[in-house]
C-alpha cells in the first residue's frame, strides 16, 4: 500500500526544488534544472512578508544559473530585483545588502560595464567598512576588488592606493613574511604601479615569491597553495 505524504513544510520542499535544480544543472540537464529552480521561486515568492531572505536567495540563485547560461538580460533583472528586495527593508540586513551590491557590481564588471559596476561596488566597500570594520580581510578583498577594476578603467591613481591599503590591511592581520600580502600585491599589480611611481610598495619585497605567482596566474598553473591564499568569491557563500 503506498501512502501519500502531504507536506505543509514549504521551506523544505523550497530546499528540496534548489537540490534537484542545481543537481540537474550540474549534470547539464540546464532546462529542467531551470524548472526546477523557477518553481522554486514561485514557491518563495508567495511568503516575501514572513521570509524575504529565502526570496533573496532564490532570485540570486536563479539569476546566477541564467548568467552561467549566457542569459545575461534575464539574469540581470533577477540580480536588480534582489538588491531592491533588500534595499526596501525597514530594518537593514547589511551583510545581505554588502552580499548584493557585491553580486550586482561583479556582475556588471563581467559584462564589461565598468563604469556602472563602480558604483555597487564603491558602496559595497562602504558597508563592509561598516561591519567589519576598516582594517577587516573583508574590506580588504572589497578594496582589491575596487581597485583592479578601476586599474581596468585606466584609473590608476585611483586604483593604486587602494591596492595599497588592501596589501597593507593583509600584511597587518596575517604577518609580512606571509605569502598572502605578496599575492595580493602582484594579483593588484602593485609592482607595475610601483615602478610607475604610484605606489609605496618597494620593487624588492618579495620578488622571487611576486614572480612565482605572476608566472602561476598567466600561465595558469594549477598551484594547490594558491586555494588558500586567493580572495574567495564572496557569491559562492549564497545557496
Known sequence: MRVKVVTTDWQSLSQSLY??????GERGQ???????????LSLVEKREETDWQSLSQ???????????RDRFDEAESLLRRELALVEKREETDWQFLSQSLYNLGNFLREQGR???AEDFL??????????????????????????VMLRGLGKLDASAPLLQRAVEIIEKIH??????????A???GLYFFASAGLSKLALTKNAATSQIIMAAIVFMVPLPFFISIAPAPRAASRS
Open 58 to 68: 532564490s532570485l540570486y540563485n536563479l539569476g546566477n544559473f541564467l548568467r552561467e
Open 30 to 40: 540546464f532546462d529542467e534544472a531551470e524548472t526546477f529552480l523557477r518553481r522554486n
Open 186 to 188: 602582484t594579483f593588484g
Open 114 to 116: 565598468l563604469d556602472e
Open 175 to 184: 604577518g609580512t613574511n606571509s605569502i598572502k600580502p605578496t599575492f595580493f
Open 122 to 147: 564603491r558602496r559595497e566597500l562602504q558597508i563592509a567598512e561598516k561591519i567589519d570594520g576598516p582594517d577587516s580581510e573583508s574590506v580588504a578583498e572589497s578594496l582589491q576588488n575596487l581597485g
Open 19 to 24: 537540490n534537484l535544480g542545481n543537481f540537474l
